[in-house]
C-alpha cells in the first residue's frame, strides 16, 4: 500500500488527540503517538480526556505522561463529565470544545470514530467535527463488546517495538480496567496485527483510522 504523508517532512506541527475516557486515546492511537513523537521529536500535543475522575484520573494523567514522554511541548486536560451520559451533557461538552478550538489549531486531530455505538465515543466524535472542520481528522476504533469495529480507510503502520511499547503501558496504567475480559494484552496485540495485515505494514502492525474527508 502506497503511503502519504504524516510522518517525516509531512509531519504536523501541533497534534489534538480526544478520549471520551481515560484509556480511550492510548488505544485508539497510541501506537501513533509513539510513533509521532520517535521520528518528528518537534510535534507538540494537546491531550484532551473528558470524563475521567478520582482513579481513573490519576490513571489518566500517568499515562499520557508516559506516552508523550519526550515531546516538545505537550498539555493534558482531565475533565469530569458524567461518564455514560454523554448525549446528556452534550451542551457543556459542545462548550468545552468550542473554547479549546478558539485557542489551538491543530494540524491533526484524533478523536473516536463516529461509528462507534458507545454513546460517548459517538457524541465527541460530533462534537469534535462541529468544531475541528476544516482540520484533518482521523477517528480511531476501540475495540469492546459491542463488535462495532468498522472498515477503516487509513493505517498508520508502526515497528514492532512500539506495537510491544503501546501494549506495555496500556497495562501498566490502567489497572483498575483489569478486570474487564477485553481489556487484555493479547486484545490489542490481536488489533494492532490485523490492521497491520491489512495494509501490508512491514513489520506486520498498524493502527487504523476512519479518515472522512482529505484534501490532497
Known amino acids: 500500500m502506497r503511503a ?3 510522518f517525516g517532512s509531512g509531519a504536523p506541527a501541533h497534534v489534538l488527540c480526544l478520549g471520551a475516557h481515560s484509556d480511550d486515546i492510548e488505544i485508539g492511537c ?3 503517538v509513539l510513533r509521532l ?6 510535534v507538540r500535543f494537546t491531550w484532551l480526556v473528558l470524563s475521567a475522575s478520582g482513579e481513573r484520573e490519576r490513571e489518566a494523567r500517568a499515562s499520557a505522561a508516559a506516552f508523550l514522554a519526550g515531546a ?4 493534558v486536560y482531565v475533565e469530569r463529565f458524567r461518564e455514560n451520559h454523554f ?3 452534550g451542551s457543556r461538552i459542545k462548550d468545552r470544545l468550542a473554547a479549546l478550538a478558539r485557542e489551538i489549531d491543530p ?3 484524533f478523536t473516536h470514530w463516529r461509528g462507534d455505538r458507545h ?3 459517538r457524541t465527541l466524535a460530533d462534537l469534535t467535527w462541529n468544531h475541528f472542520r476544516d482540520h484533518r481528522v482521523l477517528e480511531y476504533e476501540i475495540p469492546k463488546w459491542d463488535g462495532d469495529l468498522g472498515r477503516p480507510n487509513a493505517y498508520a503502520a508502526v515497528s514492532a517495538a512500539l506495537a510491544t511499547r503501546k501494549v506495555e503501558l496500556l497495562i501498566e496504567h490502567f489497572e483498575s480496567q483489569r478486570n474487564r475480559p477485553w481489556f487484555r494484552e493479547d486484545t490489542f496485540r490481536a488489533l494492532l496485527r490485523i490492521r497491520g495485515v491489512e495494509c501490508n505494514a512491514p513489520d506486520g502492525f498498524a493502527e487504523a483510522f476512519h479518515a472522512h474527508k482529505l484534501l490532497l
Open 4 to 6: 502519504i504523508g504524516l
Open 30 to 32: 497510541g501506537a501513533t
Open 37 to 42: 513523537l520517535h521520528e518528528c521529536p518537534e
Open 72 to 75: 516538545k511541548a505537550a498539555e
Open 87 to 89: 448525549p446528556w451533557e
Open 107 to 109: 494540524d491533526l486531530v
Open 119 to 121: 454513546q460517548d465515543h
